[in-house]
Nanobody
Framework: QVQLVESGGGLVQAGGSLRPSCAAS????????VGWFRQAPGKERELVAA????????YYTDSVKGRFTISRDNAKNTVYLQMNSLKPEDTAVYYC????????????????????WGQGTQVTVSS
């Protein structure tokens, strides 16, 4: 069992940056793949970025490529989402999710593939 806690959201102007964090507790995080999802009001939750447990493989949805970077520090049981050049359309609640896996380079894309979820952190980008 692993518990996930997000932090680092907030209010920022368009063009600004934020770096939400996802901290894990309860078990070692090193063999868990992680994804960052977001849900805007009235919209479906979508995958933004994902990272393998080794950190060697990452995935980004097209709308954030070149602006967002997912990374992890397994020694600190933490995954980060560096968000630069933020746009008003990035406004959403951001959730991290994790799944245990034996495959060090695997990333996962669907909500049902993740068994553990954080409570979410609000990101608001003003124009």
């Amino acid at each position: 069992q692993v518990q996930l806690v997000e932090s680092g959201g907030g209010l920022v102007q368009a063009g600004g940056s934020l770096r939400p964090s996802c901290a894990a507790s309860g078990r070692t995080f090193s063999n868990y793949a992680v994804g960052w999802f977001r849900q805007a009001p009235g919209k479906e939750r979508e995958l933004v970025a994902a990272i393998s447990w080794s950190g060697g493989r990452t995935y980004y949805t097209d709308s954030v490529k070149g602006r967002f970077t997912i990374s992890r520090d397994n020694a600190k049981n933490t995954v980060y989402l560096q968000m630069n050049s933020l746009k008003p359309e990035d406004t959403a609640v951001y959730y991290c999710a994790a799944r245990q896996t034996a495959y060090s380079e695997s990333t996962y894309y669907a909500e049902y593939e993740y068994g553990y979820w954080g409570q979410g952190t609000q990101v608001t980008v003003s124009s």
